[in-house]
């Protein structure tokens, strides 16, 4: 579609649509694209959506005013559910969707073969946060990747200059604390996964007496605007599919003219922006760098009783050509799922938290063990007996923080390090780098065995399976796959330092943060690199004694995790397993089902 002179160059303003009366507000105000899902695979399963006819009318409606749609396929999906999502997709496609937003590995395999034409943008459910995943996404037929909110203003700017694909970049709405993808808090504790768009939002929740540790402030980069038309972002996006027209409206409508008018808001704009919606104001304290205890808000009735100052909501409907497509026409095939090759493994590997947990007894039962980089990197004694010893790489790596890895991975090479665990896509490639054998961590939030075969195909070793899956979705991926079968389950890993909110640096380094909810459970807090923060389940996961169903299901392939045991902890598990008895105290199960 042509563009205006004045909006040339202008990146897109994308905005939310949960509901046909939101696209209607955001159309009118001015956007340049909207995204929305259906009533099935969105991460906001709890939005109005849209059915297939709404869809159809939707999109048309779009077009006719020259706003172009993106429709949300943005969950992990499982293997019988490949063909109900391709038909989504195929919905989609025939309505004239311009692209669709996806968060599955083996969904976008399926959908790149099935409709090569479509554009594929990949979700901040990919969890990308460096220009090399979108090297590895280009490849996989993606031309977008939405940006980790996380990112610092010179960390997008790094990734706009040497990215092969284009760049969207959250500016307005609200903020999971967690790194997008890597939440299992919901799933692991309430039985919602936020990976499947039924999110509970435990971080909204009071923690250690009453505080909100983990309830982030609204995020808003009005008053930033010219940095990003400079950084080269292609898309602004606004959060908010939750949220009806007397939100996405006011909002589109203040973005659409800074965009126009090529400025930042002003104070009275900010004010105007948080009178709409807010959670004791607004934070940009990652794209700042003030990554600090100012980020916390929560919804006050304050909040709540304020009413929007500042200008009234302005049409700001865009004088556009209508968006027109080729004509799509698809016979639909008979899905042929694609399987992994290779033949299940019969391996057990580890990963352990600290280098003390690497006992005499680990190194006799596991085949490889894996230790954090800087461990390895650093002067810990980590011997040579026994099983080969690995590096678990960090689960964010930022390009402005690439080179200190290299350094790192440098000093484990001479070590002798031979394998390299790996939670992103966009760090595969330091493995070919330093002559190191991948292996893919649970991160990479496998769920099914188009996700599997993709692995494969890039090189990947083996690969742990999401600890999301009952033993029958276990069962149905086979492949190089492991599953987690002891360990507490890494439950958020947070950009914004939780351990300061819980007992300080001092207690961080003593491992006795610990997060206690409402009823008295408590999550322990744990440092990771960088001054990030990893909080772990309040239970272990435990197989010890049910080794004979784990046979039964196929579950050859086993991963452990140690977080915060003692040496003694890791034998006692290990005798645990070795004669399948119950580990000590209470467990959460694989489920059935």
Request: with cysteine.
């Amino acid at each position: 579609m042509s563009e205006h002179p004045e909006r040339a160059r202008l990146p897109e303003l994308l905005s939310p649509a949960g509901s046909p009366e939101a696209l209607r507000a955001a159309v009118e105000a001015g956007a340049d694209a909207v995204y929305f899902g259906t009533s099935g695979f969105n991460a906001r399963a709890g939005a109005r959506n849209f059915s297939a006819a709404e869809l159809r009318d939707a999109v048309g409606y779009c077009h006719e005013n020259g706003v172009r749609v993106y429709l949300t396929l943005n969950t992990l999906i499982y293997d019988r559910e490949l063909r109900d999502y391709l038909a989504a997709a195929e919905t989609a496609y025939l309505a004239g969707a311009d692209a669709l937003i996806v968060a599955d590995l083996g969904g976008a395999a399926a959908l790149r073969r099935t409709f090569p034409d479509l554009p594929l943008h990949a979700s901040t459910q990919m969890s990308g946060h460096c220009a090399d995943a979108a090297r590895v996404l280009a490849g996989l037929g993606f031309s977008r990747m939405v940006l980790a909110r996380e990112l610092s203003r010179e960390d997008i700017s790094a990734f706009t200059r040497s990215s092969p694909i284009e760049a969207e970049v959250f500016v307005h709405g609200a903020l999971c604390v967690c790194h997008s993808g890597q939440c299992l808090f919901s799933s692991m504790v309430g039985g919602r996964s936020g990976n499947r768009g039924e999110c509970a939002q435990p971080c909204r929740l009071p923690y250690n007496g009453g505080k909100y540790p983990l309830s982030l402030k609204d995020l808003c980069l009005a008053s930033h605007l010219p940095e990003l038309i400079d950084a080269g972002v292609a898309s602004l996006k606004v959060e908010g599919r939750m949220k009806g027209p007397d939100y996405v409206g006011p909002v589109t409508s203040v973005w659409r003219r800074l965009l126009d008018e090529r400025r930042a808001a002003t104070p009275e704009e900010l004010g105007y922006l948080a009178g709409v919606f807010s959670r004791s104001g607004f934070t940009d304290g990652y794209f700042t760098g003030d990554i600090s205890h100012s980020m916390l808000g929560v919804r006050t009735e304050s909040d709540k009783r304020r009413s929007a100052a500042g200008r009234p909501q302005e049409s700001r409907k865009r004088d556009a050509e209508p968006v027109v497509l080729p004509p799509r026409t698809h016979a639909a095939a008979e899905y042929q799922p694609l399987r992994p090759e290779s033949k299940p493994l019969s391996r057990r590997t580890a990963y352990m938290h600290r280098p003390a947990q690497l006992t005499a007894a680990a190194r006799k039962y596991f085949d490889i063990c894996f230790l954090p980089l800087y461990a390895l990197s650093g002067g810990d004694d980590i011997g040579t007996d026994g099983c080969d010893v690995g590096a678990a790489l960090p689960p964010v790596i930022t390009d402005s923080e690439l080179p200190q890895v290299k350094k790192q991975l440098e000093k484990a090479a001479k070590r002798g390090v031979r394998d390299l665990l790996i939670g992103n896509l966009g760090h595969l490639h330091l493995a070919r780098e330093f002559g190191m054998r991948p292996h893919g961590d649970f991160r990479l939030n496998v769920c099914n065995r188009e996700s599997a075969a993709a692995l494969e195909e890039l090189g990947f070793e083996d690969f742990i399976l999401s600890p999301e899956l009952t033993l029958p979705r276990l069962r149905d991926i086979g492949g190089r796959s492991l599953a987690v079968v002891y360990g507490r389950i890494p439950l958020m890993v947070t950009e914004k330092c939780v351990g300061k909110e819980c007992g300080g640096c001092r207690e961080c380094a003593r491992g006795k943060n610990t997060l206690t909810d409402r009823r008295g459970v408590r999550f322990p807090v744990l440092r990771e690199w960088r001054h990030r923060s990893l909080i772990v389940n309040s239970l272990p996961t435990s197989m010890s004694d049910k080794q004979k169903v784990l046979d039964e299901y196929g579950v050859r392939g086993r991963h452990f995790i140690f977080t915060v045991e003692s040496p003694g902890e890791v034998d006692g598990v290990l005798r645990a397993f070795t004669g399948g008895k119950p580990v000590p105290g209470e467990c959460r199960r694989i489920a059935l089902k």
